[in-house]
């Protein structure tokens, strides 16, 4: 997605270690109107699936999956990491490493939001070792749904998601709008 | 707006102590056509106002600031409770007391993302105690930005928000899609 590529260029930061700062676009201030734009793109890839669900975590996945689910006219279910008061009944649980807080996270999905033999797509902010998406695709399996994709706004290829996530068995159409190829020597390349 | 009230009257339950829950509309499902509608409805009401910038907290506020900000064409920035790794430089810091967690949260705004004499649009998903509120008005004013005002989803105004708000000395326009007026004896009372 061209319009992205152009603003990771003039605004992204490689903070060395993989780690990738795009705070202006995605993570804590967001442009609204590209903000669409990346949900139509994802949108358009998918379309012919008959998708009836996204899944997606907090935080920075849910205006992806917003915009996303606005073009495809699906509800959007957002995997929370802190189980507020509100959540009574069943639970979906699964953890995952946190890339830029470091320590393990929960994600939990309230059962009544995930439902038996649903078509969902998962949709997240980045797809970098896949240890995200593949919890969020074991709680699709646990509902016993049908995962029929991912969606994701930039992967990290160098770090081997897309691998990671077919040793898990989750053999999946993976789209992502933009792919970093490499971040060595304090370099941001994208594909 | 009469959908969200109908959808607030099929769906929310009152958990009692104040706490609604609405989690299949706005908290961890999303109907993302009925938040557009609802981002569109608090648009209409500020669109005279030059507004510049939305200021939301996350993780329930962003959704309808996204639509908010989609539909008025201005950034969104969402304050965040925990520095993530890739937030250097200076923040914006106050603390309010979450409703549903129990205990103080920080919010943190950095600073790069809050501009002088920028015209600041508060959105949150809910209006009670007014904590939340007033603790993101004080980082605009510490941002000597200018407060247009304020919307939100779902005021409880039994809970005096707007009087806490003018107490704190901001006295701006606050409006509300839906106001519950009470929540006595398990029930949902809407004006």
Do not use: W
């Not at 689910?69 to 995952?96: C, D, F, H, Q, S």
């Not at 998406?133 to 770090?159: C, D, H, W």
């Amino acid at each position: 997605m061209q319009a992205l590529k152009d603003r990771i260029a003039a605004e992204g930061q490689n903070l060395g270690s993989g780690i990738l700062k795009i705070d202006s676009i995605l993570n804590h201030q967001i442009d609204p109107k590209l903000m669409f734009e990346m949900g139509e793109a994802m949108a358009a890839v998918f379309r012919g699936m008959n998708v009836q669900r996204i899944l997606t975590a907090e935080i920075s996945g849910i205006c992806p999956a917003l915009t996303a689910g606005y073009a495809l006219n699906v509800p959007v279910v957002y995997a929370r990491k802190l189980k507020p008061i509100t959540m009574a009944g069943p639970v979906y649980l699964e953890t995952a490493p946190s890339h830029t807080k470091g320590a393990q996270v929960n994600l939990l999905v309230a059962a009544e939001f995930l439902h038996p033999h649903e078509n969902v797509l998962i949709v997240d902010d980045f797809l970098a070792s896949g240890k995200t998406l593949a919890a969020l695709a074991r709680m699709v399996r646990s509902a016993r749904a049908n995962l029929v994709g991912a969606g994701v706004v930039v992967e990290k290829s160098f770090e081997s998601g897309r691998t990671y996530m077919q040793q898990q068995g989750f053999d999946i159409p993976i789209h992502s709008l933009v792919t970093i190829t490499s971040m060595d020597d304090g370099k941001i390349v994208m594909a």
